[in-house]
């Protein structure tokens, strides 16, 4: 577990243990390698490196420190590395997101969330679409073209992305193979009613129609204050009630990431209770 929320790193609490002497910090500022600063957990077969940062943000990490962080992440002798990002679009935070081989987006039902959750997709899509071009020294024209969205008839990066594969077909060969494999799975968490559980088809819509790529909607868990509890009294919920039902939500969400499949909206309970 690598908590990269450099602002608010707090991981640690939801594993229940206490703020790591080691961090990020070691990394950074005293070039520490990334294995050095993993720490046990209370869970077994698990390590931890803390984002805490005492003079640093993820707005203050140079290029050069960003590639370092990357390529001693993908050296980690483990099964899986699971990254925690903070809220928000800088490019450091976009990039490490960018990073991993299953792009994880968990989001609430309400509309304050979902809007940022679009802003978020939205700026990882165009940066992707920019890192993609400039590989092939090409990095101003998605910029150019959106500059020029009027002139274009352009009002979504959908519409971006059909401009574009229509000024060549280079440039269209190099989108469809760099953009087919690209997904962003999509968790609603907190979910309070099955009309709620609906949402996450919706997204999945909004990011074909607006933005042009398949969204995978992973699943969804549903709230219990019980969570909270274990939150504030520092213990891992899915050790010390394995057998709930948020806890089977989370297994079988667990699995849907793992072997890359969607949910089945429509055999969750909420579904059973409307039939």
């Given at each position: 577990m690598i908590d990269a929320d450099l602002g608010g790193a707090n991981l640690h609490t939801?594993?229940?243990?206490s703020k790591p002497r080691n961090s990020l910090t070691d990394f950074f500022e005293k070039?520490?390698?990334l294995n050095n600063i993993?720490?046990?957990?209370?869970?077994p077969d698990m390590g931890l490196v803390s984002g805490t940062l005492s003079s640093l943000d993820s707005e203050n990490i140079k290029y050069v420190q960003k590639l370092k962080l990357f390529r001693q992440i993908k050296e980690i002798d483990t099964d899986y590395i699971l990254i925690d990002l903070g809220a928000g679009s800088h490019n450091n935070t976009i990039d490490t997101f960018l990073l991993a081989d299953k792009m994880i987006v968990v989001t609430t039902a309400e509309i304050?969330?979902?809007?940022?959750?679009?802003h978020f997709?939205?700026?990882v899509f165009f940066r992707k679409l920019k890192i993609t071009l400039g590989a092939h020294g090409l990095k101003d024209m998605?910029?150019?073209?959106?500059?020029?969205r009027d002139v274009h008839g352009i009002k979504h990066l959908?519409?971006?992305?059909?401009h574009l594969m229509g000024t060549s077909t280079h440039i269209r060969d190099i989108l469809e193979?760099?953009?087919s494999s690209f997904r962003i799975y999509i968790v609603l968490n907190q979910i309070r009613s099955g009309r709620e559980t609906m949402i996450g088809v919706s997204v999945k819509s909004v990011c074909l129609k607006f933005l042009g790529f398949n969204a995978m909607y992973a699943g969804h868990i549903e709230y219990d204050e019980t969570v909270l509890r274990c939150i504030n009294k520092r213990l891992p919920f899915m050790l010390t009630h394995p057998f709930s039902h948020v806890a089977k939500e989370i297994g079988k969400l667990t699995e849907n990431l793992r072997d890359g499949r969607q949910a089945s909206v429509m055999t969750d309970k909420y579904a059973h209770r409307r039939l």
């Open positions: 939801f594993l229940g243990v070039k520490v390698p993993i720490v046990n957990c209370s869970i304050t969330a979902l809007e940022n959750m679009y997709v939205k700026n998605i910029q150019d073209v959106w500059k020029n959908k519409d971006v992305v059909d193979k760099e953009l």
